[in-house]
């Protein structure tokens, strides 16, 4: 599969988020993308495309949302064991050590801080997805 026919799980409760998320992946030339409004119905969908042999390649998924955050959501998949290769980009406006250190002991793949530019998440989701 090419990288640009890589499935995409974006996840984020504000729509306004995803819908930049999502258009900046447009523009970066990927037409696979899939939205969830929380950890959830994130994790609904991922064990769905398991289950139809039709696997996420990637979840960017926000880390601060209700129902299952994104920390939650990371954790959840990293317990599962069809689903804990699956490469996660954790996006948040917390830069803090913390949230960061937090986010690495869980196994996040790479994480980007809000604001970011078309650029930044591009080169995120390239270099992940080429290294896997």
């Keep these: 599969m090419s990288e640009m ?3 995409i ?3 984020d409760d504000s729509i306004s988020m995803r819908m930049i998320v999502v258009s900046f992946l447009k523009k970066m030339g990927y037409s696979n993308i899939h939205e969830a409004e929380d950890g959830e119905i994130a994790l609904l969908m991922l ?14 998924s926000d880390w601060f949302m209700p129902n299952m955050t994104g920390h ?4 959840a998949v990293r317990k599962d064991e069809q689903l804990k290769n699956m490469p996660f980009l954790l996006v948040t406006a917390e830069g ?3 949230h960061v250190n937090m986010a690495k002991e869980s196994g996040v793949t790479d994480i ?3 604001p970011f530019s078309i650029d930044q998440i591009h080169a995120k ?8």
Excluded at 47 to 60: R, S
Excluded at 72 to 75: D, Q
């Design 5 to 7: 026919n890589s499935k």
């Design 9 to 11: 799980l974006v996840v």
């Design 47 to 60: 064990k769905d495309g398991l289950l139809g042999d039709d696997p996420f390649q990637i979840v960017i």
């Design 72 to 75: 939650e959501l990371l954790e």
């Design 96 to 98: 803090e050590d913390k």
């Design 112 to 114: 980007i801080v809000k």
């Design 125 to 132: 989701v390239k270099m992940i997805l080429n290294n896997n």
